[in-house]
T-cell receptor, first 116, second 111 residues
Framework: DTGVSQDPRHKITKRGQNVTFRCDPI?????LYWYRQTLGQGPEFLTY????????KSRLLSDRFSAERPKGSFSTLEIQRTEQGDSAMYLCASSPTGAGMNTEAFFGQGTRLTVV | DAKTTQPPSMDCAEGRAANLPCNHSTISGNEYVYWYRQIHSQGPQYIIH???NNETNEMASLIITEDRKSSTLILPHATLRDTAVYYCIVRVKGGANNLFFGTGTRLTVIP
């Protein structure tokens, strides 16, 4: 296991289309996070899961966005009816939990979405 | 989580120490200082964290002032590969990683 894997790395889509991204976390990590990053800005938190439960959603996560982690392993982030403002890098991260453990997040390389 | 203030950019000569400051004057007693960096086109990478004592690992040193209102990340011998955006974040250890990154400091290491 070499780290957090995201697919695809790049996606170009036409406005109004739906897109889905996948994230495979580090296998023993039960927490999984999605972030969005626009040019010149730091990553912004979108949502996180502990196992299959989605525990927190940012106000940035509009109704057009949905994230799932059905079996507590990989996760998908879907954007429906994409808009040009959705163009960004979408980052996935994972971390372990447990007393005494380092719980730092490990990030994937991201999926760069361009909406034309 | 408390907010942080960092300079937008810094330059450092290759081989010299890079000292990146961070102000976190509203930090709470149970909040740690974390540093991440993001090299161009990659995801953020964890560097180091600390509560009140100075910390050192293979990547960097972290110096936290006695009043904990500010800290400095030190890269002892900067290389060109250290060119990145460095983010200072304060958060409760063990909490969910809904990290607030801010805009960070863009460090450029100059040959």
């Amino acid at each position: 296991d070499t780290g957090v894997s995201q697919d695809p790395r790049h996606k170009i889509t036409k406005r109004g289309q739906n897109v889905t991204f996948r994230c495979d976390p580090i296998s023993e990590h039960n927490r999984l996070y999605w972030y969005r990053q626009t040019l010149g800005q730091g990553p912004e938190f979108l949502t996180y899961f502990q196992n299959e439960a989605q525990l927190e959603k940012s106000r940035l996560l509009s109704d057009r966005f949905s994230a799932e982690r059905p079996k507590g392993s990989f996760s998908t982030l879907e954007i429906q009816r994409t808009e040009q403002g959705d163009s960004a890098m979408y980052l996935c991260a994972s971390s372990p939990t447990g007393a005494g453990m380092n719980t730092e997040a490990f990030f994937g390389q991201g999926t760069r979405l361009t909406v034309v | 989580d408390a907010k942080t203030t960092q300079p937008p950019s810094m330059d450092c000569a290759e081989g010299r120490a890079a000292n990146l400051p961070c102000n976190h004057s509203t930090i709470s007693g149970n909040e740690y200082v974390y540093w991440y960096r993001q090299i161009h086109s990659q995801g953020p990478q964890y560097i180091i964290h600390g509560l009140k004592n100075n910390e050192t690992n293979e990547m960097a040193s972290l110096i936290i002032t006695e009043d904990r209102k500010s800290s400095t990340l030190i890269l002892p011998h900067a290389t060109l590969r250290d060119t990145a955006v460095y983010y200072c974040i304060v958060r409760v250890k063990g909490g969910a990683n809904n990290l607030f990154f801010g805009t960070g400091t863009r460090l450029t290491v100059i040959p």
